[in-house]
């Protein structure tokens, strides 16, 4: 599943590999991009990566989302079972890296 959306200016590409994504996740990420969007004016798109291996045990996800602004793209990926919490951990790697720019 792919979608692309623009929020607070700023372009959403979500790539979700092999699964759909309910409306309650499409809802976190969107508030994750406008949560992250107060420490920047200069992020331009959102590159967000959803991924469910059902192959392993345990930690079976995956959120991986990178950032649009100039100079180097933050960055930030993690793994676990919770899309919600993934979201979240990852919104705070990537607001520590925003805060260093």
């Given at each position: 599943?792919?979608?692309?959306?623009n929020?607070?200016?700023?372009?959403i590409?979500?790539?979700?590999?092999?699964?759909?994504?309910?409306?309650?996740?499409k809802?976190?990420?969107?508030k994750?991009?406008?949560?992250?969007?107060?420490?920047?004016d200069?992020?331009?798109?959102?590159?967000?990566?959803?991924?469910?291996?059902?192959?392993?045990?345990?930690?079976?996800?995956q959120v991986?989302?990178?950032?649009?602004?100039?100079?180097?793209?933050?960055?930030?990926?993690?793994y676990?079972?919770?899309?919600?919490?993934?979201?979240?951990?990852?919104?705070d790697?990537?607001?520590?890296q925003l805060?260093?720019?």
């Open positions: 599943m792919e979608y692309t959306e929020v607070t200016g700023i372009k590409n979500v790539q979700a590999v092999d699964i759909s994504i309910d409306d309650d996740v809802d976190t990420i969107r994750t991009v406008t949560r992250l969007s107060r420490f920047s200069k992020i331009h798109w959102a590159d967000i990566y959803l991924e469910d291996k059902t192959e392993k045990t345990t930690q079976q996800k991986s989302i990178r950032l649009g602004v100039p100079g180097n793209d933050p960055f930030a990926s993690n676990g079972d919770n899309f919600h919490a993934l979201l979240t951990d990852v919104e790697k990537l607001r520590r805060e260093k720019l």
